[in-house]
């Protein structure tokens, strides 16, 4: 039910910034976690952000694995029906496909990307040294 699109990627300096956009349409994602997960060239895909949704008890709560703590901000947008994830201090080992996902019968956070039932197509993140 829930379709998910992301954008923004593309190519930044060592210390750069990108904010990367996940949109859905007819599907208030306040309702669901939205989670951002990430696959390195050659490597497997890997949660590094998540965003709870209104149902969970904590609305807004926002988490970050250690990778990305304090460099990445994610946020909801209830007008656009986005959210969205704020990628500052890039390094070069940020470089990845970047994706939004959701687990859309619990709608909750995991760090578990088997968890999620639903995927964005990708978006290419790359940061030059």
């Known amino acids: 039910q829930v379709q998910l699109v992301e954008s923004g990627g593309g190519l930044v300096q060592l210390g750069g910034s990108l904010r990367l956009a996940c949109a859905a349409s007819?599907?208030?994602?306040?309702?669901?976690?939205i989670a951002w997960v990430r696959q390195p060239p050659g490597q497997e895909r890997e949660g590094i952000s998540c965003i709870d949704a209104l149902s969970d008890g904590s609305p807004d709560t926002t988490h970050y694995r250690n990778p990305v703590k304090g460099r990445f901000t994610v946020s909801r947008d209830d007008a656009k029906n986005t959210v969205y994830l704020q990628m500052n201090s890039l390094k070069p080992e940020d470089t990845a496909v970047y994706y939004c996902?959701?687990?859309?019968?619990?709608?909750?956070?995991?760090?578990?990307?088997?968890?999620?039932?639903?995927w964005g197509q990708g978006t290419q993140v790359t940061v030059s040294s």
């Open positions: 007819g599907v208030p994602l306040d309702y669901y976690a």
């Open positions: 996902a959701t687990d859309s019968k619990t709608r909750l956070c995991s760090w578990n990307t088997n968890d999620f039932d639903t």
